[in-house]
């Protein structure tokens, strides 16, 4: 749910599905917890599956994938991490009683499948959720649904990062939007769109937001490793584009805050958690930030993605990533646990149990 937000997949000349959507199986009968509902938008950093329903070639429903998550038994789940995600975490600290499943699943009621789609965008999610807020009057009556939406469900989006790694760095295919857009241009896009996307939620009732600005993407282990950078190095342009990003993102949820009564925009800087977890990565008990516990390829095992093929470290816990694009879930807990707990700096004005007692 953050964003909570940098990392993502970003597979080598095809083009897959990473964005996901949690559905929360429990909301309507859990109506007395202290939050109700999780509703998770955005790319596989937060993804519990959906790639699984998906035609795509980015699969997280492999081992090794999942081998330290309790709740499967160590089996692959969808999750692109060896554990839980930051929305899983955060989901049991905020007092969720179980994991969302993925929107996907055949028994849950998206079935994008039939759309024949193999990317899930965002305003796709948003159709979905259109979709269960209609379940939500049926099931609640529509003052108590409109009731449960806007003042007991947080709503997390994490999306940019793809855009960018996917899209406008990708050597090859991003060439001709390269050549026909500035970066300035591109975030204006990116930014715009977004702004229609999340007044579309407001639209649809949810009123808490908690949007992940995008991760010093320059520093995963696949970027590093396609650019051949030394270990504490990162690759300056595409950072320089997610800080580029991040300030009209920052500018863009002040906007939203002022201009749409009753909302609450909050902030998620996973850009300076996550680089201050990179760069003193020993004090948080980490000995490597740069190289993917799971992966193959290059110095810093950073081309080819998780899968039973994998050479995998021993030690998990000590890798702040678990595959070319995503964090451990020793880091995740970390990220997580800042974006529940922290202060302005690291997310504003509230911050998510904050957020959750509004
Ligand atoms: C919710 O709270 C009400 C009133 O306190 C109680 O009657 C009801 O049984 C509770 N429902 C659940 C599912 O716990
Ligand atoms: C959906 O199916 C999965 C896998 O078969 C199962 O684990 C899950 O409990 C099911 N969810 C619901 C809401 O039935
Ligand atoms: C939700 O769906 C209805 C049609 O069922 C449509 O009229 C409405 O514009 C949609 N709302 C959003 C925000 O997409």
Not at 325 to 352: C, D, F
């Amino acid at each position: 749910m953050v964003t909570v937000e940098a990392w993502s997949f970003g597979f080598v000349l095809l083009w897959f599905s990473t964005l996901s959507y949690y559905y929360p199986v429990h909301a309507a009968d859990d109506t007395n917890s202290s939050l109700g509902a999780s509703f998770i938008f955005g790319d596989s950093l937060v993804d519990a599956g959906n790639n699984n329903y998906l035609s795509t070639l980015s699969r997280a429903n492999i081992p090794p994938n999942g081998i330290d998550f309790k709740a499967s038994g160590g089996n692959p789940t969808g999750r692109y991490t060896n554990g839980r995600t930051i929305g899983d975490i955060v989901g049991e600290e905020l007092g969720i009683p179980n994991y969302a499943v993925p929107y996907l699943a055949p028994n849950s009621t998206g079935r994008a499948i039939l759309y024949g789609v193999n990317r899930l965008g965002l305003d796709i999610q948003i159709d979905f959720f259109n979709n269960t807020r209609k379940q939500f009057d049926a099931l609640l009556g529509a003052s108590k649904a409109k009731d449960y939406i806007s003042k007991r469900s947080i709503f997390s989006i994490t999306i940019g990062a793809n855009d960018f790694l996917n899209n406008y760095l990708l050597p090859v295919l991003s060439i001709g939007a390269r050549i026909s857009q500035s970066p300035d241009a591109f975030i204006d896009d990116m930014i715009s769109h977004f702004r229609n996307q999340l007044t579309r939620l407001y639209q649809l009732d949810a009123r808490k937001f908690v949007v992940g600005n995008v991760g010093p993407i320059g520093c995963i282990p696949y970027q590093k490793t396609i650019n051949q950078l030394n270990e504490n190095e990162c690759v300056d342009l595409a950072n320089k584009l997610a800080i580029q990003y991040n300030g009209r993102l920052k500018d863009l949820l002040t906007e939203m805050n002022g201009k749409l009564p009753g909302s609450v925009f909050v902030h998620a800087n996973v850009y300076d958690l996550v680089l201050e977890l990179i760069t003193n990565y020993k004090q948080y008990g980490f000995t490597s930030a740069s190289k993917a516990c799971c992966g193959n390829g290059g110095q810093f095992a950073g081309i080819i993605p998780c899968g039973p093929t994998s050479s995998m470290c021993d030690d998990r816990d000590k890798h702040v990533f678990w595959d070319p694009y995503h964090p451990s879930e020793a880091a995740n807990l970390i990220i997580a646990r800042q974006l529940l707990n922290g202060n302005t700096k690291v997310i504003s004005p509230v911050n998510l149990k904050q957020l959750r007692n509004l």
